[in-house]
């Protein structure tokens, strides 16, 4: 038996010559990094990192690699990845995490964090009588995030909202229109990020075409439950078409994807959520196979337009985030946003108006949104009712112009997604 040890540098040694890989010992490697040797070996019982090989001492040996393992689940740790996401990332195949998307992480933490300063030394500056303004707008920067996460936790004020989408003037149905257009074929791998309740699925269920493979995601624990729960009572014609639906958390902030493996990836109206749309974007390009459709939808510039004039004048403190929330990503300026990643990019507008005569859906909606408007409606919800009342009885039925479509995004740029920030 040859004998081996460790140098006081970490080399492995063997009869006098080190071989040619370094090894580190547990103690070594938490040295190196700056975390406790618990760390460690927490992180070798969740099979995060697990040792290379163990020394005839029974000692657990690390290399390199195992170095460059141990700072890919620091940096997921802190840019708040769970411990279930994190093993995603290093254990799914083709999944991975490059350092120059890690960097495009860090910049927009960076961003965020700069914002709250300036917020900060805006309220030093400021004088009293501007103080309570600058509080709103720090309050309003440091919840927002759980302002949307509250908003999609359970299903309730999505299904408020497409409610009142019942007064459209096209009878065909949005999801029945959007279908259409994704021509899937037999044996498709398909990915929905956001998707809801699954009500694109659910209303096109005996169209879907056999051995199709769904992956639904979302961020919202609730809303895949309710997908699930859905599409559950379809389970015998599924199975009769060979039809097989998973699905999975997954953020769309900071999506894991599968490289080149979709035939089609969907996002209906939830990019204009996404703050880091460049790494969601790079994501999605890179999951898709050669041939792949990436499809999106999201509003215009006048979408609703009618109605957010009527809330504004009833009230100017109700806060209206959905006119600055999608517009970050509308129909007019989401093309810019997508030449980087797909070389053919098409846009489909879909031809339709809400003509709305039940005043109860108005507030529905209304009540629906994220912020104050609830709350300011419970003490004047009987004022607004008369107002929109009124002006129905006037007009004869409230008219909301709608202004909705889709991008067909095809010819993915694999120079671009090469080097693109994006967590795949």
Same mark, same amino acid.
């Given at each position: 038996m040859?004998?081996r040890?460790?140098?006081?540098?970490?080399?492995?040694?063997?009869?006098?010559?080190?071989?040619?890989?370094p090894?580190y010992t547990?103690?070594?490697?938490a040295?190196?990094?700056?975390v406790?040797?618990?760390?460690?070996r927490?992180?070798d019982?969740?099979?995060l990192?697990?040792?290379?090989?163990?020394?005839?001492?029974?000692?657990?040996c690390?290399? /390199?690699?195992s170095m460059?393992i141990l /700072?890919?689940?620091?940096?997921?740790?802190?840019l708040g990845?769970?411990?279930?996401?994190?093993?995603?990332?290093?254990?799914?195949?083709n999944?991975?995490?490059e350092?120059?998307?890690?960097?495009e992480?860090?910049l927009?933490k960076k961003?965020?964090?700069?914002?709250l300063?300036?917020?900060?030394?805006?309220?030093?500056?400021?004088g009293?009588?501007d103080k309570?303004?600058?509080?709103?707008?720090?309050?309003?920067?440091?919840t927002e995030?759980e302002?949307?996460?509250? /908003?999609?936790?359970?299903?309730s004020?999505?299904?408020k909202?497409?409610?009142?989408h019942?007064?459209?003037?096209n009878?065909q149905?949005w999801?029945e @229109?959007?279908?259409?257009?994704l021509?899937l074929?037999?044996?498709?791998?398909?990915?929905?990020?956001g998707c809801?309740t699954g009500?694109? @699925?659910?209303e096109n269920?005996?169209?879907?075409?056999?051995?199709?493979?769904?992956?639904?995601?979302?961020?919202?624990?609730?809303?895949?439950e309710?997908?699930? #729960?859905?599409?559950?009572?379809?389970?015998?014609?599924?199975?009769?078409?060979?039809? /097989?639906?998973?699905?999975?958390?997954e953020?769309?902030e900071?999506?894991?994807?599968?490289k080149?493996?979709?035939?089609?990836?969907?996002?209906?109206?939830?990019?204009?959520? =996404?703050?880091?749309?460049d790494i969601?974007?790079g994501?999605?390009?890179?999951s898709?196979k050669?041939?792949g459709?990436?499809?999106c939808?999201?509003?215009?510039?006048e979408h609703?337009?009618?109605?957010?004039?009527?809330v504004?004048?009833?009230d100017a403190?109700?806060?209206m985030?959905?006119?600055?929330?999608?517009?970050?990503?509308?129909?007019?300026?989401?093309a810019?946003q997508l030449?980087?990643?797909?070389?053919?990019? #098409?846009r489909?507008?879909?031809?339709?108006?809400?003509? =709305?005569?039940d =005043?109860?859906?108005v507030?529905a909606?209304?009540?629906?949104?994220p912020?104050?408007?609830?709350?300011i409606?419970?003490?004047?919800?009987?004022e607004?009712?008369e107002?929109?009342? #009124?002006?129905?009885?006037?007009?004869?039925?409230l008219?909301?112009?709608?202004s909705t479509g889709m991008?067909?995004?095809?010819e993915?740029?694999?120079?671009k997604?090469?080097?693109?920030a994006?967590?795949v």
């Amino acid at each position: 038996m040859k004998e081996r040890h460790f140098t006081k540098e970490g080399h492995f040694m063997e009869q006098g010559r080190s071989i040619e890989e370094p090894f580190y010992t547990a103690g070594e490697i938490a040295r190196m990094a700056g975390v406790s040797l618990r760390t460690i070996r927490f992180y070798d019982e969740k099979g995060l990192l697990k040792p290379v090989r163990y020394s005839e001492a029974g000692y657990r040996c690390y290399n /390199q690699a195992s170095m460059e393992i141990l /700072q890919r689940i620091l940096m997921l740790k802190y840019l708040g990845f769970s411990l279930q996401k994190i093993e995603q990332v290093l254990h799914t195949q083709n999944m991975d995490l490059e350092l120059s998307e890690q960097k495009e992480l860090l910049l927009q933490k960076k961003k965020k964090l700069e914002e709250l300063i300036s917020a900060i030394g805006r309220m030093e500056k400021s004088g009293e009588e501007d103080k309570w303004n600058f509080l709103i707008h720090l309050l309003n920067l440091l919840t927002e995030e759980e302002k949307l996460k509250e /908003q999609y936790r359970t299903p309730s004020n999505l299904e408020k909202r497409i409610r009142i989408h019942d007064f459209s003037t096209n009878p065909q149905k949005w999801m029945e @229109w959007v279908y259409e257009r994704l021509q899937l074929k037999e044996n498709d791998r398909i990915l929905e990020l956001g998707c809801g309740t699954g009500l694109l @699925w659910q209303e096109n269920i005996h169209r879907l075409p056999r051995g199709l493979r769904l992956t639904l995601t979302d961020r919202s624990e609730g809303m895949l439950e309710k997908a699930r #729960e859905s599409l559950a009572g379809y389970r015998k014609l599924l199975e009769e078409r060979d039809i /097989q639906i998973g699905y999975r958390l997954e953020d769309a902030e900071c999506p894991v994807l599968e490289k080149e493996y979709y035939d089609c990836v969907i996002a209906n109206h939830m990019l204009y959520h =996404v703050k880091k749309r460049d790494i969601c974007l790079g994501a999605i390009a890179k999951s898709l196979k050669a041939q792949g459709t990436f499809f999106c939808s999201t509003v215009g510039d006048e979408h609703m337009r009618e109605l957010h004039e009527i809330v504004r004048d009833f009230d100017a403190r109700i806060e209206m985030p959905y006119m600055n929330i999608t517009a970050g990503f509308h129909l007019e300026n989401a093309a810019p946003q997508l030449y980087p990643y797909f070389a053919q990019i #098409e846009r489909m507008d879909q031809e339709n108006d809400l003509i =709305v005569d039940d =005043v109860e859906a108005v507030y529905a909606y209304e009540c629906s949104y994220p912020g104050n408007a609830a709350c300011i409606l419970e003490q004047r919800g009987e004022e607004f009712r008369e107002k929109i009342r #009124e002006k129905m009885e006037k007009e004869g039925a409230l008219f909301i112009h709608k202004s909705t479509g889709m991008f067909r995004c095809r010819e993915v740029r694999r120079d671009k997604t090469a080097g693109a920030a994006n967590p795949v």
